[in-house]
């Protein structure tokens, strides 16, 4: 079973800031590969498939990169609405894996 | 606009068993399959399984295999999930998600609100 492993665990940053997160697959998993955001008291939402395609709505300042083992998520100016919890995710047909989330907080 | 709407908060024994539904619209329900995803308080997401609303195909995560149960009824667009024997550990938000598969690969979009499930003597 393939384990996603995100880091760092916390994030704290500033509003206008560059915020880069990790998630690093026991395998290869090509470029299948997702991004969720999770606020507080409410569903995840999809952010990013495919590791770099963005979702519907989704805003420009969210990107996605990377493929086989390493992946990144890039917010470039963080907004007060980005101060959340993220989590990657892996589907391989059989099963569905999460990596453990990372928080983004306001320092 | 695609919605995926749960039922309300359940709050159960332990040992008892608690159905989850989740009404779809706004998309032909039968051309995507509908995931349940599970979150602790405080945890993180944890993927129950999934069913085919095509034709009622399951996947089970081996941990559940035994207590758990996924079906649809695709007269009304709605999903179920039973988990049974019931323990204090299965206290969780309970999700539905719709699942999005593109060749080898799938992602979830859009996400139920949630259901709180609470196991408590």
């Known amino acids: 079973e393939i384990v996603l492993t995100q880091s760092p665990g916390t994030l704290s940053l500033s509003p206008g800031e560059r915020a880069t997160l990790s998630c690093r697959a026991s395998?290869?998993?090509?470029?299948?590969l997702a991004w969720y955001q999770q606020k507080p008291g409410q569903a995840p939402r999809l952010l990013i498939y495919?590791?770099?395609s963005r979702a519907t709505a989704i805003p420009d300042r969210f990107s996605g990169g990377g493929s086989g083992t390493d992946f990144t998520l890039t917010i470039s100016r963080l907004e007060p609405e980005d101060f959340a919890v993220y989590y990657c995710?892996?589907?391989?047909?059989?099963?569905?894996?999460f990596g453990q989330g990372t928080k983004v907080e306001i320092k | 606009q695609v919605q995926l709407v749960q039922s309300g908060a359940e709050v159960k024994k332990p040992g008892a068993s608690v159905k989850v539904s989740c009404k779809a619209s706004?998309?032909?329900?039968?051309?995507?399959?509908i995931s349940w995803v599970r979150q602790a308080p405080g945890q993180g997401l944890e993927w129950m399984g999934w069913?085919?609303?095509?034709?009622?195909?399951?996947n089970y995560a081996q941990k559940l295999q035994g207590r758990v149960t996924m079906t649809t009824d695709t007269s009304t667009s709605t999903a179920y999930m039973e988990l049974r024997s019931l323990r204090s550990d299965d206290t969780a938000v309970y999700y539905c998600?719709?699942?999005?598969?593109?060749?080898?690969?799938?992602?979830?979009?859009?996400w139920g609100q949630g259901t709180l499930v609470t196991v408590s003597s």
């Open positions: 495919g590791a770099s």
């Open positions: 706004g998309y032909t329900f039968t051309s995507y399959g």
């Open positions: 998600a719709r699942e999005v598969e593109v060749g080898a690969t799938g992602w979830f979009d859009p």
């Open positions: 069913i085919s609303a095509y034709n009622g195909n399951t």
């Open positions: 995710q892996h589907y391989d047909g059989s099963s569905r894996t």
């Open positions: 395998q290869s998993v090509s470029n299948y």
